[in-house]
């Protein structure tokens, strides 16, 4: 079992930066990825960004690509996600997943933060 919490969201104007966290406990596998997704009120839950236990193996979506920054530190058992150049349309509860591997599926989850920009 896996557990995850996430932190760090709230409300900042359009152009502002957040840094979002995401704490796993329990029993983690060197081999796991960590990933971030969202889902803004009636659209799907989509994927953001996604890092490995390592650190090298590290991927965005395209909405992600160059204005978010995932990274970890494993001594704390943590993943960030800073979020720069935000934007209105990035108002969405932002969720922490984790994988056993890369060919799994993401089965554990946090319970969500909410980020809202405002224009």
């Known amino acids: 079992q896996v557990q995850l919490v996430e932190s760090g969201g709230g409300l900042v104007q359009a152009g502002g930066s957040l840094r979002l966290s995401c704490v796993a406990s329990?029993?983690?596998?060197?081999?796991?990825?960590m990933a971030w997704f969202r889902q803004a009120p009636g659209k799907e839950r989509e994927f953001v960004a996604h890092?490995?236990?390592?650190?090298?193996?590290?991927y965005y979506s395209n909405s992600a690509k160059g204005r978010f920054t995932i990274s970890r530190d494993n001594a704390k058992n943590t993943v960030y996600l800073q979020m720069n150049s935000l934007k209105p349309e990035d108002t969405a509860v932002y969720y922490c997943a984790y994988r056993v591997d890369y060919k799994s599926t993401y089965e554990y989850w946090g319970q969500g933060t909410q980020v809202t920009v405002s224009s």
């Open positions: 329990g029993r983690t596998l060197s081999s796991h990825f």
């Open positions: 890092i490995n236990w390592s650190g090298l193996n590290i």
